[in-house]
């Protein structure tokens, strides 16, 4: 298996523009999370989905951020509008049954 | 939120030399957690140890839980310059499938 998949590896955008992120789960898996990660804040979870349902997005900062999953194997986090605050290292995970999570290599975000 | 506090932030050790961090949590849990993530890369699974076990070995890895005392530790023996990375602890609590990470430990294995 790929491993699970997120695109772009890298984001450069200016304030104001809106942000897509994507993530490919790992195939069978039915729970994916988003993730967010700075130097300030550590590793903060945003929103997590199981068989394509939003469960907990009591992590989304606010109104400008949204996330979706269309079917098991896709995922998007978007930013309108997104703000330099904005800028660090995006996440996705996935996982089984099994309580362990797989995470993917990630998006930096860099908003100027 | 963050349920684990980990402990040091930072390591620094010599090849060969066993590496020891520790993590505290709040809450009650299901199972406990560690990961590592090497700079510029996503987080790895490393190891998991339930709330009714003590103790768990993979490899040179020994993991162990004190749900009395709310904590765990994680020793790495003969450490590598390989190991060279952040390690993270983690803790679900059963509350739909989450887990909730810890500010990590840095380490450093110098050659």
């Known amino acids: 298996d790929a491993g699970v998949i997120q695109s772009p590896r890298h984001e450069v955008t200016e304030m104001g523009q809106e942000v897509t992120l994507r993530c490919k789960p790992i195939s069978g898996h039915d729970y994916l999370f988003w993730y967010r990660q700075t130097m300030m804040r550590g590793l903060e979870l945003l929103i997590y989905f199981n068989n394509n349902v939003p469960i907990d997005d009591s992590g989304m900062p606010e109104d400008r951020f949204s996330a979706k999953m269309p079917n098991a194997s896709f995922s998007t986090l978007k930013i309108q509008p997104s703000e330099p605050r904005d800028s660090a290292v995006y996440f996705c995970a996935s996982r089984s049954s099994r309580p362990e999570q797989f995470f993917g290599p990630g998006t930096r975000l860099t908003v100027l | 939120s963050q349920q684990g506090e980990e402990d040091p932030q930072a390591l620094s050790i010599q090849e060969g030399e066993n590496a020891t961090m520790n993590c505290s949590y709040k809450t009650s849990i299901n199972n406990l957690q560690w990961y590592r993530q090497n700079s510029g890369r996503g987080l790895v699974h490393l190891i998991l140890i339930r709330s009714n076990e003590r103790e768990k070995h993979s490899g040179r890895l020994r993991v162990t839980l004190d749900t009395s005392k709310k904590s765990s530790s994680l020793l790495i023996t003969a450490s590598r310059a390989a190991d060279t990375a952040s390690y993270f602890c983690?803790?679900?609590?059963?509350?739909?499938?989450?887990?909730?990470f810890g500010q990590g430990t840095e380490l450093s294995v110098k050659p």
């Open positions: 983690a803790t679900d609590d059963n509350q739909g499938g989450k887990l909730i």
